[in-house]
């Protein structure tokens, strides 16, 4: 479905996307993740055509990309860009027509739309009369108007409250259940750990860590705790055999060093406070791409620290 090839871009002398190869297979919802500045969107856009990569190759449906090409995909830039003083429902006929779409279909589709993603009532309205999340939902309606094949979704999240970003979810799962490919990227690793069967890490304009999620998850989640619990933290990090504490206010996600029994943390916090939840989990996406980029000696965006 999409097959990028040691991909090279450089800004004045920086090094932006640096010799990134990436192989995505047809349906499922594969997640580009990374903290801000990462490459990602500069990836999305060579993908696009909309920038060419100094080195490197892209490939869409076996084929370079074209404008041809371009009509299969669904688009959704991390810059929203709509035409405020237009109403909505003729902003999407407009754009759907732009797509290939008769304007009669367009209008049909649009209208299904606007009642899914519940803005019921607004189609009548100026986009400028819409909320940020509102007119968020009716940027994504434009990306999936034209039933594209290939769906690259650049931070679709941004602006949405709870409900609607859980709203979005569940459209995105429906759409992978039809078969569609899903290329989701953000650098909210949590909110998208369990969309995606494959991921790709990234920082720095470098690949981390790539594979299925599953196979990741596996790999890394070894004796990591979530504790929540009434002492101090300090204690917690005293313990013997404890690797490292990380503090999420409520709870902490305690990793222990190889052969600890989680039971010996356990007796421990016991003796020193009260323990309201102990759980042998999984490690985080978070906490597995800090200590990847860790491990192979590289810098920690601070975003992500």
Known sequence: MLRLTNVVKRYSGVTAVDRFSLLVEPGGIYGLLGPNGAGKTTTIRMIMGIIEPDEGSIEIFDEPFSEKVKERIGYLPEERGMYRKMKVLDQLVFLGEIKGVPGRVAAERA???????????????????????????????????????????????????????????????????????????????????????????INKGRKVLEGRLADIKMEFSKNVVSLRYTGDRGDIEMCPGVEKVNDFGQELSVTLKEGIDPNDLLRYALERGRIERFEIGEMSLHDIFIAKVKEEGGEIDEEVA
């Open 111 to 201: 209208r299904k739309w606007i009642k899914k993603m519940g803005l019921g009532g607004w189609g009548d309205k100026t986009i400028e009369s819409l909320s940020k999340g509102m007119q968020q939902k009716v940027q994504f309606i434009s990306t999936v108007l034209h039933d594209p094949q290939l769906l690259i979704l650049d931070e679709p999240f941004a602006g949405l409250d709870p409900i609607n970003t859980q709203l979005l979810k569940d459209i995105i799962l429906e759409m992978k259940k039809e078969g569609r490919t899903i290329v989701l990227s953000t650098h909210l690793m949590d909110q998208v750990e369990k969309l995606c069967e494959r991921i790709c890490l």
